[in-house]
């Protein structure tokens, strides 16, 4: 696994308060409060767990946040990633297994136009959860995805 080049929180640490700075994060311990790295990338480990608001450039989940995530740029929740709060970005990844129990919202500003190709298809999915799934599409990556759209009325 390839460490990113600024911060590690190690699964033996606690931090409660406020972390704010430009570099990229790994947490694979527990984080009680706020995350602020506006132009950089949060990893939350297998073993992080979260209880705080992220704003980052990018953040990917492998491991358990309670709180709002705003991803500038992308968001992913990786297959072992557990979410519980609304999430905000223009480009999102949602891994088969992953759970996400609050609202997705996807922003559609003018820099992420140039990536609509790569997400055409987790936006179609998620703003239309009520939608015939594709032949190749796993189920349980299905049932993620329309839990991430909410509760739609349907």
Not at 88 to 117: L, Y
Not at 133 to 142: D, I
């Amino acid at each position: 696994m390839v460490q990113p080049s600024g911060g590690i929180i190690t699964s033996t640490i606690l931090i409660k308060g406020e972390i704010s700075g430009s570099e990229d994060l790994y947490i694979d311990g527990e984080v009680q409060g706020s995350i602020d790295l506006s132009s950089g990338r949060v990893t939350i480990g297998p073993h992080g767990k979260i209880s705080a608001d992220v704003d980052a450039a990018e953040i990917v989940v492998r491991g358990k946040v309670k709180g709002a995530l705003l991803g500038r740029e992308r968001v992913e929740i990786g297959s072992t990633g557990e979410v519980h709060g609304n999430i905000s970005t223009p480009r999102i990844s949602i891994g088969e297994g992953a759970q996400i129990h609050g609202k997705v919202e996807i922003d559609r500003a003018e820099k992420a136009q140039h990536n609509v190709s790569n997400t055409a298809q987790s936006n179609s999915q998620i703003s239309r959860p009520q939608g015939k799934p594709s032949g190749n599409t796993p189920s349980m990556a299905q049932a993620a995805t329309m839990k991430a759209g909410g509760d739609n009325g349907d």
